[in-house]
């Protein structure tokens, strides 16, 4: 397999081990990119963007990125607590009026964003069109009553988390999270991130390809006492696939992202909010945004789970070789993205290969080892 890109000396072996990944059989096509210390390190790609292995994975190619778009969501929101325009211990509606319905009406913005607010998906019909229209889907998280005692325990928030999160900003800012991301984040970074892929750059999106384990959780989440995260709809691994899904806004799960996208976002965090002379955020807010909300026990999934204000913390991913403030959110199938503060790293991976949650994905531990090997 042919390796594109580039890799600082020091870093040679995030290239082999990415190597290794396609000579196991692992990978497909996809890329990896590490920021360090506000520069970057590491940008390679490879393999091919589509099944048939006939167009080559290019380095802005972008890919569906699933729940690593909680990340990006995570950072629109400490953005505008930042401004003051939102309060983490604020109610949500506060913000949200109609939010209050149900009995909701203490719910707060901390417990939405670390999956306490007992809204983990909804409990009447919905159909996959409604998520993507957006107004029906926050319409019936408004009129609902919680699903279980907020605050009582951590139950995933899969696609829910997006649009809870997304809603609060739209009512305080006035523009969608995707238009909120394109012009405070991705735009100012120069980082290739889209929620609501436009029709122009459409034609760069690889075909998700799913494995025989890739969509296990979701019946396992669906045998458990807390199944709403995963009916009405039911998630569909290759909904990236369809460009109604690519256009719309889904930002609990249908981020298009490179790899060296991710890996600036979260450079730019781990360098204290400012990156490449652009100030995006102070580091106090990043501190806040990645305090600890939640540590125990996932109910829907049966795991360990920690989270800050929607970031995944002390993930067994990097456990053991990142220092204790890193923060960042993995993807369904593969996609990671994290930053270290401690080590100065931004660590962005992307990949069209879903594999299955059986066990911790050997592509991302094995090119995550070979950054620590690196320091």
């Given at each position: 397999m042919?390796?594109?890109?580039?890799?600082?000396p020091?870093?040679?072996?995030?290239?082999?081990a990415?190597?290794?990944?396609f000579?196991?059989?692992?990978?497909?096509?996809g890329?990896?990119?590490?920021?360090?210390d506000?520069?970057?390190?590491v940008?390679?790609?490879?393999?091919?963007?589509?099944?048939?292995?006939?167009?080559?994975?290019?380095?802005?190619?972008?890919?569906?990125?699933?729940?690593?778009?909680?990340g990006?969501?995570?950072?629109?929101?400490?953005?505008?607590?930042?401004?003051?325009?939102?309060?983490?211990?604020?109610p949500?509606?506060?913000?949200w009026p109609?939010?209050?319905?149900?009995?909701?009406?203490r719910?707060?913005?901390?417990?939405?964003?670390?999956?306490?607010?007992?809204?983990?998906?909804?409990?009447?019909?919905?159909?996959?069109?409604?998520?993507l229209?957006?107004?029906?889907?926050?319409?019936?998280?408004?009129?609902?009553?919680?699903?279980?005692?907020?605050?009582?325990?951590?139950?995933y928030?899969?696609?829910?988390?997006?649009?809870l999160?997304?809603?609060?900003l739209?009512r305080?800012?006035g523009?969608s999270?995707?238009?909120?991301?394109?012009?405070?984040?991705?735009?100012?970074?120069?980082?290739?991130?889209?929620?609501?892929?436009?029709?122009?750059?459409?034609?760069?999106?690889?075909?998700?390809?799913?494995?025989?384990?890739?969509?296990?959780?979701?019946e396992?989440?669906?045998?458990?006492?807390?199944?709403?995260?995963?009916?009405?709809?039911?998630?569909?691994?290759?909904?990236?696939?369809d460009?109604?899904?690519?256009a719309?806004e889904?930002?609990g799960?249908n981020?298009?992202?490179?790899?060296?996208?991710?890996?600036?976002v979260?450079g730019?965090?781990?360098?204290g909010?400012?990156?490449?002379?652009k100030?995006?955020i102070?580091?106090?807010?990043?501190?806040?945004?990645?305090?600890?909300?939640?540590r125990?026990?996932?109910d829907?999934?049966?795991l360990?789970?920690?989270?800050?204000?929607?970031?995944?913390?002390?993930?067994?991913?990097?456990?053991?070789?990142?220092s204790?403030q890193?923060?960042?959110?993995?993807?369904?199938?593969?996609?990671?993205g994290?930053?270290d503060?401690g080590?100065?790293?931004g660590?962005?991976?992307?990949?069209?290969h879903?594999?299955?949650f059986?066990d911790?994905?050997?592509?991302?531990?094995?090119?995550?080892?070979?950054v620590?090997?690196?320091?």
């Amino acid at each position: 397999m042919n390796i594109e890109g580039f890799c600082d000396p020091r870093f040679a072996g995030v290239r082999d081990a990415f190597a290794r990944c396609f000579a196991e059989g692992l990978e497909h096509g996809g890329g990896v990119s590490v920021v360090a210390d506000g520069r970057a390190v590491v940008d390679l790609w490879g393999g091919h963007a589509e099944a048939a292995r006939i167009r080559p994975w290019q380095r802005d190619t972008l890919i569906n990125v699933w729940s690593s778009t909680k990340g990006i969501v995570a950072l629109a929101i400490a953005m505008l607590v930042e401004r003051g325009k939102l309060d983490y211990a604020a109610p949500v509606a506060r913000y949200w009026p109609e939010f209050a319905e149900g009995g909701k009406e203490r719910i707060t913005l901390d417990q939405v964003m670390s999956h306490q607010s007992g809204l983990n998906g909804l409990a009447v019909p919905m159909d996959e069109a409604g998520l993507l229209a957006w107004t029906p889907y926050t319409d019936a998280l408004a009129a609902m009553a919680p699903l279980w005692e907020p605050g009582s325990r951590c139950v995933y928030h899969a696609l829910s988390y997006g649009h809870l999160a997304g809603e609060v900003l739209r009512r305080v800012d006035g523009r969608s999270v995707g238009r909120f991301i394109a012009e405070e984040i991705a735009g100012p970074l120069g980082a290739d991130f889209h929620v609501g892929l436009p029709q122009a750059e459409d034609f760069r999106a690889a075909e998700m390809i799913e494995g025989p384990k890739a969509s296990e959780w979701v019946e396992f989440v669906r045998a458990s006492p807390f199944p709403h995260a995963c009916d009405n709809p039911a998630p569909r691994a290759l909904a990236p696939n369809d460009r109604a899904w690519r256009a719309a806004e889904v930002p609990g799960g249908n981020g298009q992202s490179t790899a060296h996208a991710l890996a600036r976002v979260y450079g730019m965090m781990a360098a204290g909010g400012t990156f490449e002379g652009k100030r995006l955020i102070g580091r106090a807010a990043i501190d806040e945004a990645a305090r600890p909300r939640f540590r125990g026990m996932d109910d829907s999934f049966a795991l360990p789970a920690a989270f800050a204000a929607g970031y995944q913390i002390e993930d067994p991913i990097y456990a053991g070789r990142a220092s204790p403030q890193t923060f960042g959110h993995t993807g369904w199938g593969g996609a990671t993205g994290f930053a270290d503060p401690g080590a100065g790293l931004g660590f962005g991976y992307v990949t069209n290969h879903m594999l299955g949650f059986d066990d911790v994905d050997p592509r991302r531990k094995a090119l995550i080892d070979a950054v620590y090997d690196a320091l």
